[in-house]
């Protein structure tokens, strides 16, 4: 038990107690209970500074005071130090700018007099040509006024007669069907007319053809065995080869 956590069993039940020749009283502390290093967290320990970070105070900055770059100076604007160099070389001119004299005048286009020496052409003016003034034939004669709106969903608008109503059976076109049917089947006089003679051709492909039904199929007959009176009779056998002897 690490110390500092109380009394230990024997101590505290006071029944049980260690011999003095046993221990010398010191307490049990386990294994996984036992600091590494006890003089780490007992007494006050070394601690270093904490790190600057930037800040928009002068905490944030290792000088005291804030230093200026530019110290005492006075303000400078350079659009104007740059037009008072521009007048301060104009000065140094002895008379006006120099203009060089006017080119040769090109052609704008086909047709156009600009750039030549005749001038504009009177035929070629792009003035218009005085005409008459337009004068309309006049309106259509109408007989009756016309009739507004388009006519839709608004009976007797437009020129076309409007339709009556008819009324239409349900079936009516399966009622018609019925009745030509009916009549086609009155104008029909005994059965369909079958013809009894059908045409043939005179040669047909088979010479051997014929109407007539054919003879039933000839059975041919089973083989008869030949039965031999003479009973059988093994071959004899064959000879052996002739081996020579030569006593010694």
């Known amino acids: ?76 604007d350079p659009l104007r130090l740059t037009r008072q160099n521009r007048i301060k070389q104009a000065k140094k001119n002895l008379g006006k700018a120099f203009i060089p004299c006017h ?5 704008c286009g086909s047709g156009s007099h600009y750039g030549t020496l005749s001038g504009p052409v ?12 337009h004068r309309s034939s006049g309106r259509n004669i109408i007989t009756s006024p016309p ?18 109503y008819a009324s239409d ?5 399966k009622d018609v069907l019925k009745k030509e049917a009916a009549i086609h089947r009155s104008k029909l006089r005994d059965g369909p007319f079958k013809l009894n003679l059908h045409p043939r051709d005179y040669f047909q492909g088979n010479p051997y053809h014929s109407d007539k039904p ?25 000879k052996r080869p002739l081996v020579l002897k030569a006593h010694l």
């Open 122 to 133: 009177e035929a070629m003016s792009p003035l218009t040509v005085p005409q008459k003034a």
């Open 103 to 107: 080119g040769v005048k090109k052609p």
């Open 214 to 238: 054919l003879s039933p199929a000839h059975k041919p007959l089973p083989p008869v065995q030949k039965v031999s009176p003479v009973p059988f009779k093994p071959p004899s056998p064959s």
């Open 169 to 173: 059976p349900y079936d009516g076109a």
């Open 1 to 76: 038990m690490p110390s500092g956590e109380g009394k230990g069993d024997m101590d505290r039940l006071g029944v049980f107690k260690e011999m003095s020749y046993i221990s010398i009283g010191d307490k049990y502390t386990s294994a996984t209970n036992r600091p590494f290093n006890e003089s780490a967290y007992r007494s006050r320990q070394m601690q270093a500074g904490m790190a600057i970070q930037r800040c928009a105070l002068q905490n944030g900055f290792f000088d005291k005071s804030y230093k200026r770059i530019f110290e005492h100076e006075a303000l400078s």
């Open 147 to 164: 009739k507004k709106g388009s006519g839709y969903s608004y009976p007797n608008v437009t020129l076309s007669i409007t339709e009556l």
